[in-house]
């Protein structure tokens, strides 16, 4: 098979790299190299950001409903092409097939929707002071934009924040994981069968130190939306901050499930088989730590291990697997490292705890058994570091003041979920819980209206809605006597 090389889209064109250099692209299931990235610089960079002040003018003059439209039709673009999309995604990440298809491809086309139709409804305030004066707030597109997104789910993670810059009238110049960049390079096709006018979005592959950060240096580039790591997230906001550049940060996450005796159980141990080993555990928002009521612990116990035995690890072609493999070999023996010092901790393990093997072509992929472990302390390094794979921690509670204590113990603070029929529960301990996303009895249900974000170093800012439009836009107010003067 010939190698897939990936180009950049730099002014409505696909380009090499200036360098004329590229990286090696892994299929993370066979741990072979299938195709070429363009290993971008600086040079590249700049080119992006002069095509994007170049398209600026004339896309933030455009009316909002023209963007909108040609944003639709690159979603049904995306809509159109699923198949493709989803497997270049699934050969690209290790992900599973059936999942791209349902969930990361579709949702890429509802982000260029969800905003696309937005747009137009994006309204402002005015505020009058009686007889004295009319204030309004006029929000201009902040200009050029940076959007730097990483390799768990490369499509949906990309348009997200891609989209709404799009909607209000920004140009962009995108970086996706160079780990994962296969999707954003189909996307940069479809948005020239779209019309989309040249430079008004440029996608730029390349690592982070090489690419990655000449976009964040760049003078020209007027606000950075990043999804990624909390480490990179401080190592961005230390570049960007005095150069005062708006800044959006989604980070790490470490997140509790609480589990009450009073719980639906059948529910609450399906949906934490999925919250705790979806995408190989590669979701921000899953939940590593389980903390059972003293109760029912040794009945999730037993019923979570029970159904963990259908957790199929295989080839994420095959569509009996619901576990395909971790993103990179890096991530692998990152993952490994952290069930050797579950261990050194004093963790009991219940399942897993080793590289899985998958026969056939997927012998050297990077599997890895779902792992649980219980009886470790829940201040140690492994309940409160992210480990982002499918290794997750059970703990027992007794009281809603200590599970509380615990899940708020960690530095980070995305999400939570509770499980309890208890609605006066529900309701005080979702105000206590230091998260930005918190869900009662359902995990990952999300509407693309909602603020979404994290507090401590999970990030600062919010994406979604409202919230990632007026990211991208600058507040004007205009005041106007009343009286004349
Ligand atoms: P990462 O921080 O290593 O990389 C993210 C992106 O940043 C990549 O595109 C990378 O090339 C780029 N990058 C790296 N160094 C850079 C630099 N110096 N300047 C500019 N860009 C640079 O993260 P990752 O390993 O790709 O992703 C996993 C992390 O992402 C996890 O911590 C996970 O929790 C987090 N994440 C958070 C959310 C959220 O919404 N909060 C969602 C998904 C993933």
New binding site residues.
């Given amino acids: 098979m010939p190698m897939f090389r990936i180009q950049n889209y730099l002014n409505g064109q696909l380009v090499a790299p200036a360098s004329g250099q590229y990286l090696p692209n892994i299929e993370p299931a066979t741990g072979q190299v299938y195709g070429e990235i363009p290993d971008s610089g600086p040079v590249d960079v700049a080119a992006a950001v002069a095509a994007a002040e170049a398209a600026l003018p004339a896309w933030r003059a455009r009316p909002a409903e023209e963007r909108g439209r040609l944003l639709e039709k690159i979603a049904d673009l995306i809509d159109a092409n699923l198949e493709r999309l989803a497997q270049a995604e699934s050969r690209d990440n290790g992900k599973p097939l059936a999942l791209a298809r349902v969930m990361d491809i579709p949702r890429a086309a509802s982000n260029f929707r969800f905003f696309g139709t937005a747009a137009p409804h994006f309204a402002t305030e005015a505020h009058v002071q009686e007889g004295l004066a009319l204030n309004y707030t006029v929000r201009h597109p902040v200009g050029v934009v940076g959007c ?6 490369p499509l949906y ?1 990309f348009t997200w924040k891609i989209a709404p810059a799009l909607a209000v009238g920004c140009c962009v110049v995108a ?5 994962t960049p296969a999707t954003a390079f189909l996307l940069s096709a479809l948005c020239i069968e779209a019309g989309l006018p040249a430079g008004v979005l440029n996608i730029i592959h ?4 090489g ?6 240096e760049h003078p020209g580039i007027k606000a950075i939306s ?8 401080r ?2 906001a230390a ?1 960007a901050a005095p150069l005062f550049k708006k800044l959006s ?5 470490k997140n509790p499930n609480l589990v009450f005796a009073d719980c639906d159980l059948a529910a609450a141990v399906r949906t934490s088989i999925r919250s705790s080993f979806a995408n190989q555990g ?4 899953c939940g590593s730590r389980l903390f059972v009521e003293r109760p029912i612990y040794e009945q999730f116990k037993t019923e979570f291990l029970r159904q963990l035995a259908d957790q199929t690890v295989g080839d994420p072609l095959d569509a009996a697997t619901k576990q395909g493999a971790l ?1 990179s070999e890096a ?1 692998l023996h990152k993952v490994l490292a952290y069930i050797k010092l579950a261990h050194d901790e004093g963790g009991t393990l219940l399942a897993g705890g080793h590289r899985a093997t998958v026969p056939g072509r997927c012998a050297d992929g990077y599997f890895l058994e779902p792992t649980v472990f219980e009886g470790l302390p829940y201040d140690c390094r492994t309940n409160q570091e ?1 480990i ?1 794979g499918p290794v997750v921690t059970l703990t027992p509670f007794d009281t809603e003041a200590e599970v509380l204590h615990m899940a708020n113990s960690t530095e980070y603070g ?1 999400s939570a979920t509770i499980w309890t029929q208890n609605l006066t529960r529900a309701h005080r301990l979702s105000q206590a819980l230091h998260s930005g996303v918190v869900w009662v009895n359902t995990w990952l249900h999300r509407d693309l209206r909602t603020p ?3 507090m401590k170093n ?2 600062v800012g919010r ?1 979604g809605g409202l919230e990632a439009l007026r990211f991208f836009t600058e507040a004007q107010n205009v005041c106007i006597s009343l009286t004349g003067g």
């Fill in positions: 730097i997104s990483p390799w768990n789910l993670l970086k996706p994981s160079e780990i390349g690592t982070g130190p690419c990655g950060q000449a976009l964040v990043f999804t990624g790591g909390t480490a990179t997230g190592h961005l570049t940060l989604e980070l790490g996450g590669q979701i921000c928002l993103a991530h992210e982002f995305l979404f974000g994290g999970s990030g994406e």
